[in-house]
């Protein structure tokens, strides 16, 4: 729960949240949630059984739309028995810093479950709006696990659309039942649990079970699955591995999106197979992509198959077009990727066997060279970066932006400036990147944050601008920093001096 993602991982999964819960604001505004600060916030979480601490940051839009629902929720709740406490902390206020970190509060809103007066920490993992914030709150102080005893029990407690566990014993004792409830509230927050002494209740599965076994019903692939080791880390090995299906499907249907994020949530290299549903012959690709992924099964590849229809963000993510649909497109953990597009079902199989066997080139996400490139500040891409920039002969200082960067569209003028002021000299070029469309290498480049500038000299030298943002800072920069014509005369980023 703890494990570091990469910068890549955290934008996924926050514009994940984005595209799956789009949240209605309402204006109203009562006041039922506690505030905590620094100065209280141990004393309160102390003091409480159940109590839910959402970490914001008053500019996030996604805290905005939350607040409303937040406030609806704990007015409701406030009510409840026994109390279920809902407070929030200002978490971009410098004084509260520590307490974010402290949580490993890494995006806003972060929103966590304190039990047993914070003795234990959970992430809060359900739905952002009023009713869905009640029902899920309701349930976590719960029972983990509740005992299935009927028809009835069934039928209200195990949604067919999700992974249900449910543990069968000949009596609830004995460390199986123990382990398996340790289980239950190790897990709770992202599977519902059950506990029943008759088999023959279950929707699927065997029916006369003799000793105790954990049966985990899923709305895909073998549909139910049996387990009897009972050591709480293989359990939890099992429910993981159980419950993801061979081949996450990505469509409109609401019901997959659980299934969705936690694909995307993953660390194995993740092979996705963008198809248009509505297109012709999109069973090809279903079948012989099940294939594949069947034969990779437990080989730290993960599968997911999306319909066009759905998965228009995730094109324009990794930087993809509709026109190159049919696509295979592997992203790895390291974020090296790789991408076959216009493919056909039939080059599924041999592609990614390829892929597997370490055969393929990666692929480097760039926008095409543009043809008139005659503005002071040039245009680098990705596909131009080693011919313009690292390979040169010339100084070029390049600026890393994104187009939706508001400091960046600030420089902009000055950039154009200092471009203007060099555009007698060849040996000079001011040059920018957008870093949101073409990769660059990142042991070169250090980009954490927009716009970054890195200055390289003609003979290879690359240092990082940090200076003012001010025209004459720039300018005078680069004069420092500039070799003088005739002091390098060899191309290539190697100890260049040495060719000489
Ligand atoms: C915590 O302290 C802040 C002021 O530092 C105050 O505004 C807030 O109401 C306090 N919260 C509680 C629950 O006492
Ligand atoms: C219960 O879990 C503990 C910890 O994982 C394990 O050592 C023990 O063997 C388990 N008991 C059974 C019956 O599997
Ligand atoms: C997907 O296929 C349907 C049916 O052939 C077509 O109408 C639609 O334009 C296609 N979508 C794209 C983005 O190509
Ligand atoms: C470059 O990115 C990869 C993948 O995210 C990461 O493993 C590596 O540590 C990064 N290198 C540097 C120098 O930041």
């Known amino acids: 729960m703890a494990s570091r993602v990469s910068a890549g991982h955290v934008f996924v999964f926050f514009s994940w949240i984005l595209i799956l819960f789009s949240v209605s604001a309402s204006a109203e505004e009562v006041d039922h949630v506690l505030t905590l600060d620094q100065s209280n916030f141990t004393e309160t979480v102390n003091k409480h059984n159940f109590i839910v601490v959402e970490f914001y940051a008053p500019w996030c839009g996604h805290c905005k739309h939350l607040a409303p629902e937040y406030e609806k929720a704990a007015s409701v709740l406030s009510s409840h028995d026994p109390p279920i406490i809902l407070a929030k902390v200002n978490a971009n206020d410098e004084a509260n810093r520590e307490l974010a970190t402290k949580f490993e509060v890494q995006g806003f809103p972060t929103l966590k479950i304190f039990r047993n007066g ?28 509740t005992e299935i005893k009927s028809l009835e029990d069934v039928k209200s407690l195990i949604d067919e659309s999700k992974v249900f566990i449910v543990g069968v014993f000949p009596e609830f004792s004995g460390e199986e039942f123990r382990n398996f409830t340790v289980l239950a509230e190790k897990l709770r927050s992202d599977y519902d649990f059950g506990h029943t002494l008759d088999a023959k209740l279950l929707p699927r599965g065997e029916s006369s079970v003799n000793r105790p076994t954990i049966r985990l019903l899923k709305p895909f ?48 290299a993740k092979v996705i197979l963008l198809v248009n549903f509505s297109g012709e012959n999109p069973d090809a690709f279903k079948e012989k992509f099940k294939d594949v992924a069947t034969a990779y099964q437990g080989k730290g590849v993960s599968f997911l198959l999306g319909d066009l229809e759905a998965t228009k ?86 600026e890393f932006y994104a187009p939706w960067c508001g400091h960046c569209k600030k420089l902009a003028p000055t950039l154009d400036e200092v471009a203007v002021s060099f555009e007698n000299d060849p040996d000079v070029v001011i040059a920018k990147l957008d870093a949101t469309a073409n990769d660059f290498p990142n042991d070169t480049f250090d980009v954490r944050g927009f716009p970054t500038m890195y200055f390289k000299s003609a003979s290879g030298n690359i240092v990082q601008y940090e200076g003012d943002r001010s025209k004459e800072d720039i300018i005078d920069f680069i004069q420092k920093n500039r070799d003088k014509t005739g002091e390098s005369s060899s191309v290539g980023s190697a100890p260049a001096k040495d060719e000489l």
Do not use: C
């Not at 809060?124 to 309701?138: C, F, M, N, S, T």
């Not at 009897?228 to 999106?257: C, R, W, Y």
């Open 313 to 398: 963000n995730v094109l324009q993510y990794y930087g993809l077009k509709d026109d190159q649909i049919p696509l295979i497109y592997i992203q790895q953990s390291d974020d090296q990727k790789y991408l076959k597009t216009n493919l056909e079902a039939d080059h599924i199989a041999t592609w990614f066997k390829e892929y597997m066997e370490g055969k393929l080139k990666p692929y480097i996400k760039s926008e095409t060279i543009p043809e008139v490139n005659n503005e002071p500040v040039k245009v680098v891409v990705a596909d131009s970066l080693r011919d313009m920039v690292l390979n040169s002969r010339t100084n070029v200082l390049l």
């Open 118 to 145: 914070g003795k234990s920490v959970q992430e809060y993992k359900g739905p952002r709006e009023a009713d869905g914030i009640v029902a899920y709150l309701k349930k976590e102080t719960g029972p983990a696990s």
């Open 221 to 268: 692939d073998e549909l139910v699955v049996d387990f009897q080791d009972f050591q709480v880390a293989a359990m939890e090995k099992f429910v993981e591995g159980a419950s993801v299906p061979i081949v996450t499907l990505f469509t409109k249907e609401p019901n997959h999106q659980p299934f969705v994020m936690k694909f995307f949530n993953s660390l194995n």
